[in-house]
């Protein structure tokens, strides 16, 4: 059974870069038809899809984030990643990392259990 | 950034059966793109509760039902009980976003 766990700091200075990485256990990362996305969820508010990456390394991102994100894979370590850059407090979130699968009809049907990531001095 | 709207709150009291409306534009639900749901109970991850407008992940009741029209789509659920008590998102894809997004969520109650 494929598990996703993110890892990263919790806190971030402002200015300066969010790194977190989202282990896959369960299951290979490079193996299927899947998307790996990320997430966030400000406190007490809704949903952001951040961006994905295919098993190819393809990548696609949200506008409004898109200057300022990477997303990657390392296959090796089955593992994927989000660098956001220049972050404030507006990006203080929860942030997730979730699977969508082709079998779901491309839903988000595998998700990280979520980690903090407060951006403050 | 949402574009897709739900209602902020909708309550029932227990067994009772209570609908959440989603409704989004021409460039998402209204270009034929799936919708899904999830479930978001307090302090934990969403979890994925009805996929392809319709469809039930195994192990998630048949309480939970979804529907789609047009440009909204619309979850169920019948028989409420005090464990559905949560926060609900649905999610499609947005052709001028070229990515996934997110309704606005609508917090069950049970009375």
């Known amino acids: 059974q494929v598990q996703l766990q993110e890892s990263g700091p919790g806190l971030v200075k402002p200015s300066q870069t969010l790194s977190l990485t989202c282990t896959v256990s369960?299951?290979?990362?490079?193996?299927?038809?899947?998307?790996w996305s990320w997430i966030r969820q400000p406190a007490g508010k809704g949903l952001e899809w951040i961006g994905r990456i295919y098993t190819s390394g393809s990548t696609n991102y949200n506008p409004s984030l898109k200057s300022r994100v990477t997303i990657s894979v390392d296959t090796s370590k089955n593992q994927f990643s989000l660098k956001l850059s220049s972050v404030t407090a507006a990006d203080t979130a929860v942030y997730y990392c979730?699977?969508?699968?082709?079998?779901?009809?491309?839903?988000?049907?595998?998700w990280g259990q979520g980690t903090m990531v407060t951006v403050s001095s | 950034q949402s574009v897709l709207t739900q209602p902020p709150s909708v309550s029932g009291a227990p067994g009772q059966r209570v609908t959440i409306s989603c409704t989004g534009s021409s460039s998402n639900i209204g270009a034929g793109y799936d919708v899904h749901w999830y479930q978001q109970l307090p302090g934990t991850a969403p979890k994925l509760l009805i996929y392809g407008n319709s469809n039930r992940p195994s192990g998630v009741p048949d309480r939970f039902s979804g529907s789609k029209s047009g440009t909204s789509a619309s979850l169920a659920i019948t028989g409420l009980q005090a464990e559905d008590e949560a926060d609900y998102y649905c999610q499609s894809y947005d052709s001028s976003l070229s990515g996934g997004v997110f309704g606005t969520g609508t917090k069950v109650t049970v009375l």
């Open positions: 369960g299951g290979s990362i490079s193996s299927g038809s899947y998307y």
């Open positions: 979730a699977r969508t699968s082709g079998a779901a009809r491309n839903a988000f049907d595998i």
